[in-house]
């Protein structure tokens, strides 16, 4: 299955940039802090995963603890 982009006018566009963000050089900038910001979320949230798969395996299993009643007969 093929992603499908959305059209972006240029015109629209470029006059974005060029009134509201302040020119090219800064738009730049935008979404360059923008990819960071991206990046350190995903480095955030996969460490914190980690810690909790670390908590889990920790925990002991149940299963394995001997009882030691006799159930009754």
């Known amino acids: 299955m093929k992603?499908?982009?959305?059209h972006i006018n240029p015109k629209i566009l470029l006059r974005k940039v060029y009134t509201e963000q302040g020119g090219?050089?800064?738009y730049n900038k935008n979404q360059q802090v923008i990819?960071?910001?991206?990046?350190?979320g995903v480095?955030?949230?996969i460490q914190k995963l980690?810690?909790?798969v670390d908590k889990?395996?920790?925990?002991?299993i149940k299963?394995?603890?001997?009882?030691?009643?006799e159930p009754p007969c």
Not at 3 to 6: D, M
């Open 35 to 40: 990819g960071i910001l991206k990046f350190a």
């Open 43 to 45: 480095v955030w949230s």
């Open 56 to 60: 889990i395996e920790r925990l002991p």
């Open 3 to 6: 992603k499908q982009f959305k």
């Open 50 to 52: 980690g810690r909790i």
């Open 24 to 26: 090219v050089k800064e």
């Open 63 to 69: 299963a394995l603890e001997k009882k030691d009643e």
